[in-house]
Each structure stands twice: as C-alpha cells, then as structure tokens.
C-alpha cells in the first residue's frame, strides 16, 4: 500500500503511521512526536538526534542471519564473519549498541584511523575480529602489535608495499606478537554511484597485481607468510546494483585461489569490503538499490563456492565491512519548523486603500470569486498580475502599501486554490507548484546534519511527524538557519515534497529526517558555528519507552573554546565592555552580564519555538 511520505521505500518496517502520528514500529510503538516532547519537557530546544539502538541489533541480526542462510542451503564450509568500519559513526552511544548487539556473533570492528583505532582496541571484546585499513604510518602499525599483544585478533591490511615495509621493520625492532596481515588488493573492477571511487585502477588504495606479487616475496623473504590471512577489497559506499560486486569477487576470488596455489598456507579469509546501500528514495521512480540483502548473501556465498570448487580451493571464510547499512536508520533528526515564508501574506495584514491600482481591484475580485470551478484559471491571472505589479514597482508606479496588497492577495489565492484542489490533484497544479512553494524554516542546520546533502546532493527522507492523515498540499522547499543559501533543500518536481500549511503562531510542526545514521555525523560541519545537535538514546520496551543519554547540544561558551578561544577571556571581554558603555549604569551592570551568561549557557540553536 502507499504510504505518505514513501514510508514503504525507505522505512524498512521501522516507522508506522497511527492517527495521524509517526510511530516506532516496535514493542509498545511510541509516537516519535511523544518523544520529542519528552525530550523538550527535559529543557532541551532546537533539534534533536533520536537514536534506536534496537534499530542497530536489528541491522546486525539481519546480517547474520542472511549469510548464515545461504551458507547453509550452499552447503558452503567458511564461515561469515563481520566488522563494523568505526568511520561510519564513531557516537559512543553507537559504538555502544554495535558491541552490545554484536557479541552473540563476535561482532567486530574495523579502523581507519589513530583514534579509532584506540576505539577499536578498548571496545571490541576480545575474540572478535579488529581490522585496519587506511594509511598508517610506524607508530600505527605498532599500536597494531600492540592490540595483538592484548590478545586482539587484529588484521593489519596494508594498502600499498610502504606499509609492508613498515610491518617488517616493526617485527624485528619490537618483540610483540606480529598481528595478522591482510593484503588490499587494486581490482580492475569498479564499483557505481556517487561513491563508487573506491575501486577500480584509478582507487585511491591497494596493491596492483605485480606489487602483489612482489609483496608476497617479501612475505617469504621475512618469514612472514604465515601471519598472512587475509585478501581484501571494498568497490565503494551505496552499491546501487550488484553487477560490479559480482565482478569484483570473481576477480578476488580468482586471486584468491592463485595465491592458495603458491603457498599462501594461512590465507583463509576474502574480506569484501562494505558498500550494503540504504534506500533513501521517497519516490518509487527514485529507488536506487536493485538487490536485496538476500540476493547479495546468496551470490556472494554462491560465486566464491564456484570458483573454489572450479580450482579446487578450500572455501574461504567470508568477511564483510558493511557500515552504512548498519547504522544509517537508527538515527532520526528532528527539528522544529520556525517559520512559513508565507505566514507574513495573512489576509488580515492587508491595507487597502480607498482607490487602488486597477490590477490590485482585479487581484480583489479574483479572491472574491474564487470557485473551485475556475480556480486554476484564476490562479494564472493571479501569478500574471503579480509579475506585472512587481514590474510596475520597479518602474515607480505603484507604491510600497500597494506591492505589499498584491503580495497578500496572491498569497491567498494560492492557498484558495490549493485547498480548493486538495482532493483533485491536476496535472496544471503540479505544473504550478514551483511557482506556488512554501519556504519552511528548519530550526537545524544541514552542513552540520546532514552535510552529503550539500555536497553530494543525497537526498534523505523527511516525514512530519504528525498531521499524516491530513493532506499535505504546500509544495515545500526547506531552509535550514545558516546564513548561507546553500543551507537549503530546494522543491524537486521530479522528487516533490508537499508540506501541511500550519499556523505557527497556534501549533508546532516538526519534520523527521530519517536514515540520518550513517556518516553525516561526524562529517557535519560547524559552519556558522552551529554544534552536533543535542542526541538522545531511546530505548523502548512493552510498557513504553526512555531516553537515556541525553545531551544537549553544545552551549555558546563551549564552541568557542572549540574554535581555541579562552571562555574566559571572552566572558572578560564582555564584561570590561559592559563597564566602559555609557548606556549601562552601574546599577544594571550585572542584571546585563547576568542575562548574557544566561544566554551563553544555552546551545547555539534557535529557541523561538515554545
Ligand atoms: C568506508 C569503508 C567501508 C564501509 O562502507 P559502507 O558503504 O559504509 O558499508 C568498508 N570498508 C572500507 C575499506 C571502507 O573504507
């Protein structure tokens, strides 16, 4: 059935849709709107991050469960096993319910990083599988024999022959445990979509196959074949269709075999990398996946069981990387609606004089006559007159009280008209809404939430999260508070987002941006200096749910001292200015600094919501 907002491409059966409301489809399915409530009733204005930790067991669970399957039924004899890559969401709320939902599975992590790979060697329980990759220098790659030492079973895949060299070198200096060694590998195959730069000749990692071979003598050479085990590629983020994967394993498994040929006795293991994609589509013509979790296990279990058996090869076991599929949907952005670009065009500001221009008297009785019989055509002369009033300000004939009428008076046609067709949505509407949008001010910032929307143009979805059962009919386009017109989601006719027209001054609207889990996070930028919003964890049970962890956003004073300004010099600052300013007496002195530490005590959103 369709479902508003496209709740059946993109939610995954984690959202339903009661009286109106969002609700989590899961045990007692609280009303995300209720949450959000509660999150206010605690203090905390501006947006929020709501994250579902049972959404996160539920992503893993899944995973397991469909390569255990087609193990199974292909009778195949590796064993799957899975890391998480840390860059995806290193949140400790999430790195917490990935080791809490992963340890019935020995559940892992992956590290790209300094950082994260100290994440890595505290959280991840002992047993369960660390990977590395990235560049790593010699102090890394000691860290990495480190976290052997610890009694990690820790593979260091090298990405180039540097790293080989430093591997060695680490192994003869230092007298820790040598970690296990994977080998990436540089595929001929690449992978598709927006991400898809990470495979292919041209990929910014791995060995071609001639610096394979030459890494493999070194491997001999040091007597270091032994701690190999581990073949590795990764074709790239969102696999749009499974057709370059299906090349890529035949191309790593192919390698794989030759390599168990020459002697590479402990190899056991082709890591393929991660690259599960996420719907985001609102739009059924929009969907970009082609395969299921299913389809993919199935194929990937079948194809290095075929080649294996052609060359006569044991199976090896089978390790993924996927992150984005794991963590994209726990997270849920909700953010206030401020303001309507149009709630200043209020028929009841309109000041009309006692003679007006004739356009004007036109604009009048096409507002009075308005039928829903003639409403497109009137419609038409409405934008008509309109452009034709602007034109005459701008030559000087009309006057400032008279543009601002003819503003007022479109205004409300469009809204007239829109209602008037609510039920009845015509092709020459459609055609309109570009003209007729409505501008929703979101109390958030998207280069801080949801930054690959500006710079890859990924949509996410966006829901409200009540007045579902009511027709939304404002063709919207979205402006987030930055100063900075790239903070916007413009209207896609070819992806159209219709809004509710609400009254701000009487009700309150919130938007959910869903499928907000994955990478935006950490990628979020503090542009205009607005922080990682406030985040709470919620956990729901039979009874009903609660928010754990909740944080709220940075306040003023902490994101200056981010930026390495001295909070107090700067609260030094305000106060030597509010002694020297003639306009403050001394008696006010400290109800005015009193008042600003007040304020800077606050997160740096807006408030103006109640
Ligand atoms: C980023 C990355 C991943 C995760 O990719 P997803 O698209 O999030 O699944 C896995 N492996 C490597 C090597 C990566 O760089």
């Known amino acids: ?53 049972h959404l996160i067991t539920k992503q893993i669970d899944t995973l397991y469960s469909h390569f255990n399957r087609a193990i199974d039924e292909n009778s195949y004899r590796g064993v799957f096993k899975a890391v998480y890559p840390l860059k995806v969401n290193q949140y400790p709320e999430v790195v917490r319910a990935i080791v809490d939902a992963g340890k019935p599975y020995r559940y892992g992590l992956e590290a790209g990083s300094k950082a994260e790979l100290i994440l890595a060697m505290a959280y991840t329980p002992i047993g369960s599988p660390v990977t590395v990759n990235g560049f790593k220098d010699e102090e890394m790659i000691t860290m990495g024999f480190l976290a052997a030492q610890m009694g990690h079973s820790i593979t260091l895949t090298i990405e180039g022959i540097g790293e080989l060299e430093s591997i060695i070198e680490v192994a003869e200096k230092t007298p820790y445990r040598v970690p296990n060694i994977g080998i990436r590998i ?84 082709i890591n393929i990398g991660g690259g599960l994609s996420v719907e985001y589509a609102q739009h059924p013509a929009k969907r970009v996946r082609n395969y299921s ?50 709630h200043d065009y209020q028929e009841r500001s309109l000041k009309l004089k006692s003679e007006n221009p004739p356009l004007i008297e036109e604009l009048r ?39 601002s009428n003819a503003e007022i008076l479109v205004h409300t046609i469009i809204k007239k008209a829109l209602y008037l067709k609510k039920n009845n949505q015509l092709p020459e509407v459609e055609r309109l809404q570009e003209r007729l949008q409505e501008r ?26 009540d007045r579902l059962d009511q027709s939304a009919i404002r063709a919207a386009s979205l402006w987030d508070i930055t100063c900075d017109s790239d903070g916007e989601i413009g209207f896609n006719p070819g992806a159209p987002l219709y809004l509710h027209d609400v009254d701000l001054d009487t009700e309150e609207y919130f938007l959910g941006f869903f499928n907000i889990g994955a990478y935006q996070e950490t990628l979020g930028m503090h542009h205009n200096l607005f922080s990682h919003p406030s985040e709470a964890t919620v956990e729901i049970d039979d009874d009903g749910f609660c928010c754990n962890n909740m944080d709220e956003a940075e306040d003023i004073l902490e994101i200056l001292d981010n930026l390495e300004y001295d909070p107090d010099a700067v609260l030094n600052q305000l106060e030597s200015r509010i002694a020297e300013s003639e306009f403050i007496t001394s008696e006010e002195n400290r109800d005015t600094l009193s008042t600003l530490k007040r304020y800077l005590a606050q997160n740096g959103y807006l408030r103006t919501t109640k």
Do not use: C
Request: charged residues 20%.
């Open 1 to 53: 059935m369709q479902q508003p907002y496209g709740l059946e491409i993109w939610g995954d059966q984690n959202f339903l849709i009661r009286d109106g409301k969002a609700h989590i489809n899961y045990k007692s399915s609280p009303a995300l709107l209720d949450i959000a409530n509660h999150i206010r009733s605690e203090g905390i204005r501006g947006p929020v991050i709501l994250r579902f930790p």
């Open 186 to 269: 540089r595929l001929h195959s690449g992978g598709s979509g927006i991400w898809a730069k990470s495979g292919g000749m041209q990929a910014k990692f791995g060995l071609t196959s001639t610096e394979l071979l030459e890494a493999f003598d070194l491997l001999i050479k040091h007597r270091l074949l032994s701690r190999f085990t581990m073949l590795h590629f990764h074709i790239g983020s969102q696999m749009e269709e499974i057709a370059p994967l299906k090349r890529a394993l035949r191309e790593a498994g192919n390698i794989y075999a030759e390599l168990k040929r020459m002697g590479a006795d402990a190899l056991r293991a």
């Open 293 to 342: 979790l299913k389809e993919f296990a199935n194929d990937v279990v079948f194809l290095l069981g075929e080649i294996m058996k052609t060359k006569g090869v044991e199976h090896p076991n089978i390790v993924t990387e996927s992150g984005r599929f794991i963590t994209a949907s726990h997270a849920v952005l909700v953010a206030p609606v401020l303001e309507l670009f149009s």
């Open 365 to 403: 009785s096409l507002n009075d006559l308005l039928t829903s019989g003639n409403s497109i055509e009137f419609l038409h002369d409405a934008l008509d007159h309109l452009e034709s009033l602007l034109k005459l300000f701008e030559l000087g004939y009309i006057d400032l009280q008279d543009r």
């Open 440 to 465: 929703y001010l979101v109390n958030s910032s998207f280069f801080q939430s949801m930054p690959d929307y500006w710079g890859l143009g990924q949509q996410f979805p966006v829901m409200p999260l």
